[in-house]
């Protein structure tokens, strides 16, 4: 069974910066390309960040600059840091492979609020 547990999500000011993480169990994350995804109150889910088996990166408009995904191959593991956060990224942040395949996990709330 394929679970993904994402971790990091708080409530943090304008222009503050998080870190996410999200673990993944039931596959070798290395053989896919992943990606993080958020979904914000009254909005559908949208991939945010992508990285490729071989560590290629592409980002939304709306992130670009500001966040930057990682990978970690041995945990199974990717990462997510946003910096210059802004009340707009507020939502409720999951990660899956991309495009998704499997589940949702229970995602992080990441709240950007003063």
């Known amino acids: 069974q394929v679970q993904f547990v994402e971790s990091g999500g708080d409530l943090v000011p304008p222009g503050g910066s998080l870190r996410l993480s999200c673990e993944a169990s039931?596959?070798?994350?290395?053989?896919?390309?992943r990606g993080w995804y958020r979904q914000a109150p009254g909005k559908q889910r949208e991939l945010v960040a992508g990285?490729?088996?071989?560590?290629?990166?592409a980002y939304a408009d709306s992130v670009k600059g500001r966040f930057t995904i990682s990978r970690d191959n041995a945990k199974n593991t990717v990462f997510l840091q946003m910096n210059s956060l802004t009340p707009e990224d507020t939502a409720v942040y999951y990660c899956?492979?991309?495009?998704?395949?499997?589940?949702w996990g229970q995602g992080t709330q990441v709240t950007v609020s003063p």
């Open positions: 039931g596959i070798i994350s290395s053989l896919y390309t």
């Open positions: 990285i490729t088996r071989g560590g290629a990166t």
């Open positions: 899956n492979t991309n495009p998704h395949r499997y589940g």
